[in-house]
T-cell receptor, first 113, second 115 residues
Framework: KAGVTQTPRYLIKTRGQQVTLSCSPI?????VSWYQQTPGQGLQFLFE???????NKGNFPGRFSGRQFSNSRSEMNVSTLELGDSALYLC????????????FGPGTRLLVL | AQSVTQLDSQVPVFEEAPVELRCNYS??????LFWYVQYPNQGLQLLLK??????LVKGINGFEAEFNKSQTSFHLRKPSVHISDTAEYFC?????????????FGTGTQLKVEL
């Protein structure tokens, strides 16, 4: 069974631009969560989706948004990029939101110049 | 709210020596506990998890962890490490009630195995 896939793997943007990252969960998994990893703040929860609905959201500004499609694939969008948004963005999938084990993708490394 | 503390940011150890990576947590409700490993330029891989039952949990690659409720700890151990164990290790918790699937992570421990 294929694992969680994330595209693109690497991305370079400039301040003020916007970016969209994609995550395809493991087949049959319907819950997708997003995390941001930076050297300074570590791993921080962004949001969680299940059945196309956002169930949980972390403490990030409104510039960070996401959505989930009917096939469980998810996208996250960051508008008006800032230098501090440079990070590894990790997607995790699980069968359901019922405290299931989460399986992580390889991440998308975003560099904002 | 939950918090996770990994006191050791770096742990150097010689190959074939034993290692213990420490994890303490704080939570007003019961939690599930996890250890993940991250190799360079990769995502997180689940090593092991404690949901209930026996407090000694065995995971992949020869790792094990012991849940101690009174000390709110979940230390990770391996009796004999290999060069390939060099990676960053993260302890994480999820509350049993509320919080959805939100994992709260510690700051990570970089394990460096030397010859």
């Amino acid at each position: 069974k294929a694992g969680v896939t994330q595209t693109p793997r690497y991305l370079i943007k400039t301040r003020g631009q916007q970016v969209t990252l994609s995550c395809s969960p493991i087949s049959g998994h319907r819950s997708v969560s997003w995390y941001q990893q930076t050297p300074g703040q570590g791993l921080q929860f962004l949001f969680e989706y299940f059945s196309e609905t956002q169930r949980n959201k972390g403490n990030f500004p409104g510039r960070f948004s996401g959505r989930q499609f009917s096939n469980s694939r998810s996208e996250m969008n960051v508008s008006t990029l800032e230098l501090g948004d440079s990070a590894l963005y990790l997607c995790a999938s699980s069968l359901s939101p019922a405290k299931e084990t989460q399986y992580f993708g390889p991440g998308t490394r975003l560099l904002v110049l | 709210a939950q918090s996770v503390t990994q006191l050791d940011s770096q742990v150097p150890v010689f190959e074939e020596a034993p290692v213990e990576l420490r994890c303490n947590y704080s939570s007003s409700v019961s939690v599930y506990l996890f250890w993940y490993v991250q190799y360079p330029n990769q995502g997180l891989q689940l090593l092991l998890k404690y949901l209930s039952g026996s407090t000694l949990v065995k995971g992949i690659n020869g790792f094990e962890a012991e849940f101690n409720k009174s000390q709110t700890s979940f230390h990770l151990r391996k009796p004999s490490v290999h060069i390939s164990d060099t990676a960053e290790y993260f302890c994480a918790v999820i509350p049993l009630t509320g919080g959805g699937n939100k994992l709260t992570f510690g700051t990570g421990t970089q394990l460096k195995v030397e010859l």
